[in-house]
């Protein structure tokens, strides 16, 4: 299984991005999907996910409000809206995914994208 991320870039303070991932590999069950993020000099912080089967997504409290989560199961695609971008949110954003369920207060998952930068200037 392959994880493809996308959509990141260079946006001023306040203004949106949408990022895509798309998983490939016809062993994939997606049980969660979602998207962690490390700044430079940082540590890598889960940011947002959303389960499968019952819908039921959760965010960082820096990113609630701002930031929307949403999945087509059918083509195995997670997406992060990200609306009202602060610098403090500059950072390289991983899409990320398990097929059994697992902890995402931790970075053990089974599956990880390459990641797409995201820069936010003031």
């Not at 949106?16 to 590999?25: F, I, K």
């Not at 700044?39 to 889960?46: D, H, L």
């Not at 059994?100 to 200037?121: A, C, I």
Request: proline content about 2%; some cysteine; glycine content about 10%.
């Amino acid at each position: 299984v392959q994880l493809q991320a996308s959509g990141g870039g260079l946006v001023q303070a306040g203004g949106s991005l949408r990022l895509s991932c798309a998983a490939s590999g016809s062993t994939f069950s997606g049980v969660a999907m979602g998207w962690f993020r490390q700044a430079p000099g940082k540590e890598r912080e889960f940011v947002a996910n959303m389960w499968r089967a019952s819908g039921m997504t959760y965010y960082t409290d820096s990113v609630e409000g701002r930031f929307t989560i949403s999945r087509n199961n059918a083509k195995n695609m997670v997406f992060l809206q990200m609306n009202d971008l602060k610098p403090k949110d500059t950072a390289v954003y991983y899409c990320v995914a398990d097929d059994t369920p697992k902890s995402w207060n931790e970075t053990t998952h089974d599956y990880w994208g390459q990641g797409t930068l995201v820069t936010v200037s003031s």
